[in-house]
C-alpha cells in the first residue's frame, strides 16, 4: 500500500551657531576665538527678544548603545527653552522685564536690563535689579515704586525672557561646537543640541561646566537619571561645557530592569551599588561575573546573598538569573468534566496523578483524553519552517532554458508563497497522541492542557468535498458514504489521500482505517498538481504535515 511520507515537524533644535573642530583627546588646547565679525552678530543676537530665533543643524540619528544615559540624547530636549520659573535665577543685563502698575498710577511696559543693570519706570526712575534672584523681583520693585507712591499704586513684575546666551559644548560628545539658547536652559538641552554625550567614549558622570577658566560645576548625569537631581545652572556667553573621557565601566544583564552598561568613577565598584543601579527583578536569586582582566576570562557564581562581599572591576560583565530548582507544575484541565480546572502537582508528576483527580461526567470520553504542551508546538513550528525553507531553496535554485519554463518556474514560485504565508500563519497545537496501553505513566510538564472530548454523535467532513458539514454518525456506514452525504469530492480534491482523526488526535490513513467511530473527522487533501514530480511531493508532503499538527487542510 502507498503512503504519503509524513515530516514531522525633528529635531528642531536650538542650533549650531558657529561649528568648531573640537580637542578629542582634551590636551588644553584653548577653544578658538570669535571673529569680529561673528562678535558683532553675538551683540545683535544678544539683543532681548521674548523668543529668541534659533537656527536647525542638521539631525543627528541617535546611536544604538547599551550605555545607561545614552537615552537621554535622542534630541527630544534640544527644542527645548528654559523659560519656566526659576526662583534661584540671577537677573543679568539683557532680561527682559514685564511691569505693571495700576491704581492712582497706570503703567505697563517690557523693561530691558540696561548695562549699568538697571530698569527705568517713567515717575519713578532707575532701579538697579542686576543680581537679584527671581524670587526677590517683584517684591524689590514694590518697595522702590512705594518710595514714590505711597498708597493707591499696585504693583506687578516678572522676568519675561532671560538672555540669550552662546554656550560651547566640547570634548567627547558627537558635534562639538557653539550653541545658542537662553541663560536659564538645562545643561542637558544644550548638551542634546550637540547630539549628545559620545555613547562610546565620553563620561556620563564626569561632565564640567567652566567659566573663565575655571570650573564652576561638576554634573553627574546618573544622579538625574536615578535620583531626579540636577543642579540648574545660569549659563552666560562663553561657558563651556567639557564632556571628559569615560571612566570604568561594566555590564549587567539578565533579570534586571536597566539592562545596560553603566560608568563607576571607581577602579574598584561594590556589586551592591551596580545592582541598585541596574534594579533586580523580584525572582533573581543568582548573580554571575565575567571577569576579563589581562589575558584571562573568568567566571564566577555567586548567590545574591552574597552580593555585599562581591567586587566590580572595568570591563566586569554581571549576568543576574533566575536560578531555582522546580518544586511543582501547574496543569489546566478542559473540557467534559466538573472538577478544578487547574491542579498543581510535585515537579515529575504522572498522568495518572491527574486521572485520579478528575471528577468525570456523562458527556466526558475520557479514553479520547487528549494532552497539549507548548514544548512540542513549538516543535512542530521549527519543523515546519524548515520544510518551507528547503520548498524555497528549490525555487530560487530552479534554472529555466526557455520562455515557456521561465514562466513555468514563475508560476511555481507564487505556488510555493502562497503556500509559505499560509503555513506561517497556522498555529500548532502541539498535541501529544497518548497511548492507552501506557497513558498513566506520561511525564507532565508545567503548562500542559488536558482536555477531555465530549461524547459526539456526529462525524465532522471537510476539505476538498463540495459541502463540508457534520454528518450524523451511522453504525453501518463506511467513509465514502459520509463523503456522499456531504455532496461527494470537489473537482480539486485528491480522492486517494485522505485523513481520518479520532477524538484523541491520532491520525489515520483513510485506506487504514474500515470502521469510523462518532466524533471523528474525515479530511478529504487537495491534489497538487504541478510539472515538477519532486516539487508536488514536497507540497504535499508539507500540506500532509500541517493537517495532522495542526488539524488545519490548507487549500492554496
Do not use: C
Request: net charge neutral; no cysteine; proline share 5%.
Amino acid at each position: 500500500m502507498k503512503r504519503t511520507p509524513v515530516l514531522l515537524f525633528v529635531l528642531q533644535t536650538h542650533a549650531l551657531a558657529i561649528p568648531i573642530v573640537a580637542d578629542p583627546n582634551l590636551t588644553g588646547v584653548p577653544l578658538p576665538t570669535l571673529s569680529p565679525q561673528t562678535s558683532q552678530s553675538d551683540q545683535q543676537s544678544s539683543a532681548p527678544s521674548p523668543s529668541p530665533m534659533i537656527s536647525n543643524p542638521a539631525p543627528i540619528t541617535p546611536p544604538v548603545s547599551r550605555m545607561f544615559g545614552a537615552q537621554l540624547f535622542t534630541g527630544a530636549m534640544s527644542n527645548t527653552l528654559g523659560v519656566g520659573f526659576n526662583p534661584n535665577y540671577r537677573l543679568n543685563i539683557g532680561d527682559q522685564i514685564t511691569v505693571q502698575l495700576w491704581g492712582a498710577y497706570t503703567y505697563e511696559g517690557h523693561l530691558t536690563i540696561d548695562p549699568k543693570g538697571n530698569i527705568f519706570i517713567p515717575n519713578v526712575g532707575p532701579i538697579h535689579i542686576e543680581g537679584l534672584s527671581n524670587s526677590e523681583l517683584n517684591g524689590f520693585i514694590t518697595k522702590q515704586v512705594k518710595n514714590v507712591y505711597q498708597a493707591n499704586v499696585n504693583v506687578y513684575a516678572a522676568l519675561n525672557a532671560a538672555q540669550p546666551v552662546k554656550v560651547y559644548v566640547t570634548g567627547f560628545v558627537m558635534r562639538p561646537g557653539l550653541y545658542n539658547g537662553v541663560a536659564s536652559d538645562s545643561l542637558i538641552s544644550f548638551l542634546d543640541r550637540a547630539g549628545g554625550v559620545d555613547p562610546n567614549r565620553g563620561s556620563y558622570i564626569n561632565i564640567k561646566v567652566k567659566r573663565n577658566g575655571v570650573v564652576r560645576k561638576k554634573v553627574n548625569l546618573y544622579e538625574f537619571l536615578l535620583n531626579g537631581t540636577l543642579d540648574l545652572i545660569q549659563f552666560t556667553d562663553g561657558d563651556v561645557i567639557i564632556v571628559e573621557p569615560r571612566q570604568h565601566t561594566f555590564s549587567v544583564e539578565g533579570e534586571v530592569f536597566n539592562s545596560y552598561d553603566f560608568e563607576f568613577s571607581k577602579p574598584i565598584l561594590a556589586v551592591n551599588e551596580a545592582l541598585r543601579w541596574a534594579r533586580i527583578k523580584p525572582g533573581a536569586t543568582h548573580l554571575s561575573i565575567i571577569r576579563r582582566q589581562g589575558n584571562v576570562k573568568l567566571s564566577e557564581y555567586y548567590p545574591l546573598s552574597s552580593a555585599e562581599q562581591i567586587l566590580l572591576e572595568d570591563g566586569d560583565k554581571l549576568l543576574v538569573t533566575s536560578d531555582r530548582y522546580a518544586g511543582s507544575i501547574q496543569v489546566r484541565v478542559q473540557g467534559a468534566h466538573s472538577g478544578e480546572h487547574a491542579l498543581v502537582l510535585p515537579y515529575g508528576a504522572r498522568m495518572n496523578q491527574v486521572l485520579a483527580q478528575l471528577k468525570t461526567n456523562t458527556m466526558s470520553q475520557i479514553h479520547a483524553i487528549q494532552l497539549y504542551r507548548k514544548s512540542v508546538a513549538q516543535r512542530q513550528g521549527e519543523m515546519a519552517e524548515l520544510a518551507l525553507k528547503k520548498l524555497q531553496e528549490f525555487s530560487l535554485t530552479a534554472t529555466s532554458a526557455t520562455n515557456e519554463e521561465a514562466t513555468l518556474r514563475t508560476q511555481e514560485a507564487d505556488l510555493i508563497n502562497r503556500l509559505v504565508t499560509a503555513v506561517r500563519n497556522i498555529q500548532f497545537k502541539g498535541q501529544v497522541i497518548l497511548n492507552e496501553s501506557n497513558i498513566n505513566d506520561v511525564l507532565l510538564e508545567d503548562g500542559d492542557v488536558i482536555n477531555i472530548p465530549e461524547r459526539s454523535s456526529v462525524v465532522m467532513v471537510h476539505g476538498e468535498i463540495v459541502m463540508p458539514t457534520a454528518v450524523i454518525w451511522q453504525r453501518n456506514f463506511a467513509i465514502k458514504d459520509y463523503i456522499k452525504k456531504a455532496g461527494g469530492f470537489s473537482q480539486g480534491s485528491s480522492k486517494s489521500e485522505l485523513i481520518i482523526i479520532k477524538q484523541n488526535g491520532e491520525s489515520i490513513p483513510g485506506d487504514d482505517i474500515k470502521n469510523i467511530d462518532p466524533g471523528d473527522e474525515i479530511m478529504v487533501l487537495p491534489k497538487i498538481e504541478t510539472k515538477n514530480l519532486e516539487l508536488t511531493k514536497a507540497i504535499s508532503s508539507i500540506i500532509y504535515q500541517v493537517a495532522v499538527a495542526a488539524k488545519v487542510l490548507l487549500n492554496i
